[in-house]
């Protein structure tokens, strides 16, 4: 049962990546998965969610309607789409699932709770000129 985040790298600012988390050893489209990021120095915050189905989803602020959340349930895989890349977007992405809840309402509570289950190794990103 796992998570593999993949994707990272280094981009220079306006510049775009996809990051890839690709879900193992269970039912991957019963849960809402979304991602986490956390900057050097910084506590980890969460980025975007996707509910299970894929019609939900969620955006932190600071990267709403530049980043993109999707999933394609038949191979299990999410994707992130960051566009528009700046300087502080740069750091560390994890995704991960509360094994639990099918809608983002429900996995961002349980993220606020520390009830994140089953998490992916994260990939870095560095946004730098």
């Known amino acids: 049962v796992q998570l593999q985040a993949s994707g990272g790298g280094l981009v220079q600012p306006g510049g775009s990546l996809r990051l890839s988390c690709a879900a193992s050893g269970f039912t991957a489209d019963n849960y809402a998965i979304g991602w986490f990021r956390q900057a050097p120095g910084k506590e980890r915050e969460v980025v975007s969610c996707i509910s299970a189905s894929g019609f939900g989803t969620y955006y932190a602020g600071s990267v709403e309607g530049r980043f993109t959340v999707s999933r394609y349930n038949h191979n299990y895989t999410m994707y992130l789409q960051m566009n528009s890349l700046k300087d502080e977007d740069t750091a560390v992405y994890s995704c991960?699932?509360?094994?639990?809840?099918?809608?983002?309402?429900?996995?961002?509570?349980?993220?606020?709770?520390?009830?994140?289950?089953?998490w992916g190794k994260g990939t870095l990103v560095t946004v730098s000129s």
């Open positions: 991960a699932t509360d094994l639990s809840s099918g809608g983002c309402t429900n996995w961002k509570i349980a993220a606020r709770n520390s009830g994140m289950r089953l």
